[in-house]
C-alpha cells in the first residue's frame, strides 16, 4: 500500500479551504495554497505578515484567496480615511470599511485601522474650517470612527505622516487642514481623542520617510524632527504604542542598515513596538524587461528584509496591498510600462520579490 504523501495532503486541505471560503476554481485554490505562506513563515519568527486591502478582496475571489492564505494581518487601505467616509459633512459613510472588517473577521486576520488624521487627501470643505470647526470636526470624527470599530481591531494610525520637511513648516511639520487649523497641537489632540474612545486599542504614529538614508542619517533634519517628536508625545503623558515606518522604496533612495538599525534601535529604548507598514519598490526606472526590472525590485526587499528581521522591536512587517493588480503606482505611474513593485502578480502568482521575502523569513 502506497503511504500518503502529507504535503501533498496539506496542499490538498489548503486548497479545499480556500474554495470553500472564496468561491475559486479547486486548480486556482491548490495553486494558491501550494505557494508557502509568508503569514505562517513569519508567525515562526514570532512576527506577523500583512498587506493592505481594499476591496478588491470583496469583488475577485482569486484575490481574496491569497489574502486568506499570504497573510496574518491587514490594513484597511482608504476605505477608513477621513476623505472616504466624509466627503461631505453630512455624510458618514462606513459601508466599504464594515465590509472588509468583516472579511477579515471572517478570514481569520488581525485589522489595522488607518487612518484617523492626515493632512493630505482631505475634501475642499475640511480645508476651509475655522480653527473652531476643525476641532470640532477632528474630535468627532475620531470619536465616532475609533467608537465604531472599538474592540475589534488591533491598531490604529492615529496621525499620519505629521512630517514633511520640505513644506518649510517648523519642527519640520506638513501643510495641511489640520496643522493650518490646529498646529502642532492636533497631533497630541488626536491620539488623546482616539484613547478616549477606545482605551485598549494600541496607537500608531506612522511616518512616510525617515527609515531611508535620505531621512534618517544622523544629524539630518527628518530624523531628528521625527524623533523629537515622538519624544513630546511620550512627555506629554500621551498614549502612543508604536511606530510606523511605511518603507515606500522611491527612484534614488539608497539604504543603509545600519543607520535603519540604529532608528529602529531609538525607538525601541522609547519603548515602541516598530510596524514595517507600506512596503513597496518603485520600479519606474529600473531598466530592462520584466525579468530584470523584478530582479531589482526583489533585491530591495531582501536587503531591507535582512536588516529587518535582525531587529527584535520590529513586530509587523506589510507590504502596500499584496498583488500588483491592487498597487497606488499605477495612479500615479504614467507610461506603457505596468508597475511592478509587490510579491505578487496581477494574476495572484509569486513574483521574485515573493521570494526574497520568504528566503530571508525562512
Request: charge should be neutral; include cysteine; hydrophobic fraction near 45%.
Amino acid at each position: 500500500m502506497r503511504r500518503p504523501d502529507p504535503t501533498r495532503r496539506g496542499l490538498l486541505l489548503g486548497a479545499g479551504a480556500l474554495l470553500a471560503a472564496g468561491r475559486v476554481g479547486a486548480a486556482e485554490a491548490e495553486d494558491i495554497a501550494a505557494v508557502p505562506s509568508l503569514g505562517a513563515l513569519a508567525a515562526r519568527r514570532g512576527l506577523r505578515f500583512g498587506a493592505a486591502v481594499d476591496r478588491a478582496v470583496l469583488d475577485d475571489p482569486l484575490v481574496a484567496a491569497l489574502y486568506r492564505h499570504q497573510t496574518r494581518i491587514v490594513t484597511i487601505d482608504t476605505a477608513l480615511k477621513f476623505a472616504a467616509i466624509r466627503p461631505r459633512p453630512e455624510v458618514a459613510d462606513f459601508a466599504e470599511a464594515d465590509a472588509l472588517v468583516e472579511f477579515a473577521r471572517g478570514a481569520g486576520l488581525a485589522v489595522r485601522g488607518h487612518n484617523l488624521i492626515w493632512n493630505e487627501g482631505q475634501p475642499d470643505w475640511v480645508r476651509r474650517l475655522s480653527r473652531r470647526e476643525a476641532a470640532y470636526w477632528l474630535d468627532r470624527h475620531i470619536a465616532e470612527t475609533v467608537g465604531r470599530y472599538a474592540g475589534r481591531l488591533h491598531s490604529w494610525d492615529v496621525v499620519n505622516e505629521p512630517l514633511w520637511p520640505d513644506h518649510g513648516l517648523p519642527g519640520g511639520l506638513r501643510d495641511g487642514p489640520w496643522s493650518a487649523g490646529l498646529g502642532r497641537d492636533y497631533i497630541r489632540r488626536s491620539f488623546v481623542a482616539a484613547h478616549r474612545a477606545d482605551p485598549k486599542v494600541p496607537l500608531v504614529l506612522n511616518e512616510a520617510g525617515p527609515e531611508w538614508k535620505q531621512g534618517f542619517v544622523p544629524g539630518t533634519r527628518y530624523r531628528a524632527d521625527f524623533l523629537r517628536l515622538v519624544d513630546e508625545l511620550q512627555h506629554a503623558g500621551v498614549r502612543l504604542d508604536a511606530v510606523g515606518l511605511e518603507c515606500h522604496w522611491f527612484p534614488g533612495f539608497t539604504f543603509d542598515p545600519d543607520a535603519f538599525a540604529e532608528l529602529v534601535q531609538q525607538l525601541a529604548r522609547r519603548k515602541l513596538d516598530v510596524y514595517l507598514t507600506e512596503i513597496d519598490v518603485n520600479d519606474r526606472d529600473f531598466p530592462g524587461g520584466i525579468p530584470e526590472r523584478d530582479a531589482q525590485v526583489a533585491a530591495r526587499y531582501a536587503e531591507l528584509m535582512r536588516a529587518a528581521l535582525r531587529e527584535p522591536a520590529i513586530r509587523i512587517v506589510q507590504t502596500w496591498e499584496l498583488t500588483d493588480g491592487q498597487t497606488w503606482l499605477r495612479d500615479v505611474q504614467r507610461g506603457p510600462r505596468r508597475p511592478r513593485p509587490l510579491p505578487f502578480d496581477e494574476s495572484c502568482r509569486p513574483k521574485p520579490a515573493y521570494h526574497a521575502i520568504a528566503a530571508a523569513l525562512a
